[in-house]
Nanobody
Framework: VQLSESGGGLVQAGDSLRLSCVVS????????MAWFRQAPGRDRDFVAA????????EYAEFMEGRQTISRDNAKNTVYLQMNRLQLDDTAVYYC????????????????????WGPGTQVSVSS
């Protein structure tokens, strides 16, 4: 399965942004999905994950509830809504997919995800 992120860009602190991840070469409904991010000079961090059926969601605590992950299986697209963006949200944001045989599984570690997109840059200015 191939993943392609979009929606990144240069925004001001306090703005909102919605990232999209389109899945091709397979059915989104077969995969649990996640967003990760990597800031300059830092390791890649988990941001949010959603189960195949959408019933289980996990969020990284450091974003303090400013992020919302969602999915539209009919459109083969996963979204990450980010509100009240801060300077330290500047990073490359990656979409990741993991194959599941159930509707409830969701995971945080990178090794649970077999497919990754190339990333989209989000830059937050003051």
């Amino acid at each position: 399965v191939q993943l392609s992120e979009s929606g990144g860009g240069l925004v001001q602190a306090g703005d909102s942004l919605r990232l999209s991840c389109v899945v091709s070469g397979g059915a989104l409904s077969d995969y649990y999905m996640a967003w990760f991010r990597q800031a300059p000079g830092r390791d890649r961090d988990f941001v949010a994950a959603i189960s195949r059926g959408g019933s289980n969601i996990e969020y990284a605590e450091f974003m303090e509830g400013r992020q919302t992950i969602s999915r539209d299986n009919a459109k083969n697209t996963v979204y990450l809504q980010m509100n009240r963006l801060q300077l330290d949200d500047t990073a490359v944001y990656y979409c990741a997919a993991g194959y599941a045989d159930n509707d409830w599984f969701v995971a945080r570690p990178e090794y649970e995800y077999g497919s990754w997109g190339p990333g989209t840059q989000v830059s937050v200015s003051s």
